[in-house]
């Protein structure tokens, strides 16, 4: 769903492309223009670039079976470069715009259950694993295929579904809903702010800025989205200054009021040179020795199926918020956008960043305009500069970033009125992949649910033969999935 018209006001001519560039990229093919191609870049990184910070946090907060720590600045740098080089490399090669970072979930499973069984190296050989796996699934054609298996209208939900689950992950990234305290005690989960009242500066600042956004979006502007986002940037940092809110946590203690994780303030320092000692070190044999081959077989797995189905829920929504799906719901040169999916998950792991994979943040851009891999090629630069301007990177705040996120989950939730509700045979499976993504916090869960009770609603129909004999396989490949802990205390 576009929120502006192009640059110049006039809908370019698909039959006559610019240049060798236009050519290249199909931007006048896709209806878009350079300038909203630079504008969606900008606002797809500014909405993620809190990996550069976030994931060397979660990693570097673990130790592995051999109590060592990896390096936090070195994490940063490495994490910018490889989200920079694969991002570029989606932008050429599968021409989508579609950036990919180290994955979240994903990190902390390598982090918390995978590293302390064996050494770093070890495991994250394990993920280089996983993306060598998924990367000849794509060129056998088997990933495609299995792609394609899953109904047009199944598909639909899904990206509904992502929508509501980047709705929920800004208002929680924003500090707007929060986990009640004594949540154990009481059937109220998550509530509003702090004792269910707005009491903070960075709150303030996300419901302004969120309000501006959507004022902005409503009457069509240009850039609405990102200049959301840096409006709100400048209130943030504005507000520090005066107010000196600080960060969530201080020498160890919370601070409820405080900024989620990036502190507001223009930085001391600029440059800053990066630290890539971390690329390279990983081991793809030695885990299977020191803990047997199970462990590793049964952790492949879960980021196996993780990196799949996590991809392939993405790839739909950024494509169906653009209007770039085909018929069947495939978006342009899907296998090629797999393939760099599959290449960016082993490249994670060869630098120790853990699995690399599609962002949905990227969805932002599109709703700035973004079609093509331009955008990604301005995302990707400003990842490769983050390594060099570290400091600058972290001055957006959560508050001023979520606003974006929020925006784009009701434009992904618009595509919901294309579903038939009174069809319970894809109703119902289109229910729960919407309902478990958010609440489950999991794409691959709610695609999960998704598959599994469709197959069970069309042998229940006796209409087996409508399902397509791939999806049987994933829906078996999900029941061990979901079943994975039971299996394990069993097996190990």
């Keep these: 769903m576009a929120i502006a018209p192009p640059d110049n006001g006039t809908p370019p001519d698909p039959a006559h492309p610019r ?26 990184f500014f909405t993620m670039a809190y990996i550069v910070v976030l994931n060397p946090l979660i990693i570097g907060s673990a130790v592995d079976g051999d109590g060592k720590k990896l390096a936090i600045p070195a994490l940063a740098a490495a994490t910018a470069l490889v989200a920079g080089l694969m991002t570029i490399l989606m932008g050429v090669v599968g021409r989508f715009p579609m950036a990919l970072a180290a ?15 064996m050494t770093w190296a070890d495991a994250m050989g394990l993920v280089v694993i996983e993306g060598v796996l998924i990367a000849i699934l794509v060129l056998t054609g088997l990933r495609t295929a299995v792609f394609r298996s899953v109904p047009t209208q199944l598909k639909t939900a899904i990206g509904v579904g992502i929508g509501l689950f ?23 989960p998550v509530g509003l702010g702090i004792g269910g009242k707005i009491v903070s ?12 956004t959507i004022v902005l979006v409503v009457r069509r502007v240009r850039g609405a989205i990102l200049i959301g986002i840096l409006a709100s940037t400048v209130l943030a940092i504005v507000v520090e200054a005066v107010a000196n809110v600080g960060p969530s946590f201080v020498d160890g203690k919370p601070n409820p009021k405080g900024w989620s994780l990036n502190v507001p303030e223009l930085p001391k320092t600029v440059v800053d040179v990066p630290d890539l000692s971390l690329l390279g070190n990983f081991n793809v044999l030695d885990s299977w020795t020191r803990v047997g081959w199970l462990v590793p077989l049964m952790f492949v797995f879960t980021l196996l199926i993780t990196d799949f189905f996590d991809t392939m829920g993405t790839m739909v929504a950024i494509g169906q918020e653009g209007s770039m799906l085909d018929e069947r719901g ?34 932002a851009g599109v709703a700035e305009g973004a079609r093509t ?23 957006v705040p959560f508050e001023a970033a979520s606003t974006a996120l929020v925006v784009v989950g009701f434009l992904m939730m618009t595509a919901v009125r294309t579903i038939d509700w009174t069809d319970y045979e894809i109703a119902i499976p289109a229910f729960l992949t919407i309902t478990l993504m958010p609440f489950t916090y999991s794409i691959s869960n709610g695609i999960g649910a998704g598959v599994i009770s469709y197959v069970i609603v069309k042998l229940a129909k006796g209409k087996a033969r409508e399902v397509h004999p791939l999806l049987y396989a994933v829906a078996a490949l999900f029941v061990l999935y979901f079943l994975r802990g039971p299996i394990e205390s069993v097996v190990l």
């Design 373 to 395: 891999g331009v955008a990604n090629l301005v995302t990707g630069a400003l990842f490769l500069l983050a390594m060099f301007l570290a400091p600058l990177a972290v001055v």
């Design 19 to 44: 240049n060798a560039f236009d050519r290249f990229f199909e931007i006048t093919a896709r209806g878009s223009t350079p300038g909203r191609e630079v504008r969606g870049g900008l606002a797809t």
């Design 166 to 188: 980047l709705t929920i992950i800004g208002l929680v990234d924003a500090g707007f809903v929060r986990r009640v305290p004594d949540a154990a005690n009481t059937t109220v």
């Design 330 to 363: 495939t978006p342009p040169r899907a296998k090629e956008i797999l393939l760099v999916d599959s290449i960016a998950a082993a490249a994670g792991g060869a630098a120790s960043v853990s699995s690399n994979t599609s962002y949905i943040e990227s969805a």
């Design 103 to 117: 994955g979240l979930g994903v990190n902390a499973l390598v982090a918390y259950e995978i590293a302390p069984q």
């Design 201 to 212: 500066w960075p709150m303030l600042v996300f419901v302004v800025g969120l309000l501006v």
